[in-house]
């Protein structure tokens, strides 16, 4: 079973508009935490936001923001004002087993979502 | 400040032939990961170092495959035999233990297998 479900494959969005990037998670484990990732075209990986299962209240890092609803097992990334920039390929990934975050297993990854920001 | 770098950026060989890749970690940070990224999907990860040991292992796909980190810094990923199927993208990623929550990613070795 997917751990990391990341159900839509690509999105088209007009600048300055908001978008939600959805992605759901599966795991037993009571202690996780939560990651986005922002790939360009370039390839590098940039972490963009963390949400701890333990945490009360949503992440935010300006204009990233984590829409944790733990019930449901969601945790989807909503930017506010897309700009052009904000093209690229979205990560969402899981680590079990600390919500702190740090220093244990690996990450593990849902397949991506491929934004595009149309002027 | 370094990030981490990897090298070589590229690499290309034939099938059957061995093959190394570097990874050198943001200095102090004692975790370092590797994973790899297929065409189309997201990194799948490979192994897990905790100073010089591997702490988890449970990524690598087979025995062609091995890792170490003799000094607790640099890392070297070894594939055997490669095969066509080996043909990706090969993240390294560090952190430093006990921190927030941030992996620093290195921009990846694209390797090709002919």
């Known amino acids: 079973a997917q751990k990391i479900t990341q159900t839509q494959p690509g999105m088209f969005v007009q600048e300055k508009e908001a978008v939600t990037l959805d992605c759901t998670y599966d795991?037993?484990?009571?202690?996780?935490?939560l990651f986005w990732y922002k790939q360009p075209s370039s390839g590098e990986m940039i972490f963009l936001i963390y949400?701890?299962?333990?945490?009360?209240q949503n992440a935010t890092e300006g204009r990233y923001s984590l829409n944790f609803q733990k019930a449901r097992k969601s945790a989807n990334l909503v930017i506010s004002a897309s700009q052009l920039g904000d093209s690229a390929m979205y990560f969402c990934?899981?680590?079990?087993?600390?919500?702190?975050?740090?220093?244990?297993?690996?990450?593990?990854f849902g397949k991506g979502t491929h934004l595009i920001i149309q002027p | 400040g370094a990030g981490v770098s990897q090298t070589p950026s590229n690499k290309v060989t034939e099938k059957g032939k061995y093959v190394e890749l570097r990874c050198d970690p943001i200095?102090?940070?004692?975790?370092l990961y590797w994973y790899r990224q297929s065409l189309g999907q997201g990194p799948e990860f490979l192994i897990y170092?905790?100073?010089?040991?591997?702490?988890?292992d449970s990524g690598l796909p087979n025995d062609r495959f091995f890792a170490v980190r003799p000094e607790g810094s640099v890392s070297t990923l070894k594939i055997q035999r490669t095969e066509r199927g080996d043909s990706a993208v090969y993240l390294c990623?560090?952190?430093?233990?006990?921190?927030?929550?941030?992996?620093?990613f290195g921009p990846g070795t694209r390797l090709t297998v002919l």
């Open positions: 170092f905790q100073g010089t040991g591997a702490a988890d």
């Open positions: 990934a899981m680590r079990e087993g600390s919500s702190s975050g740090g220093g244990a297993d690996g990450l593990t």
């Open positions: 795991t037993s484990d009571p202690s996780y935490g």
């Open positions: 200095s102090g940070h004692t975790a």
């Open positions: 990623a560090s952190e430093l233990t006990g921190s927030y929550n941030e992996q620093f």
């Open positions: 949400q701890g299962s333990y945490d009360q």
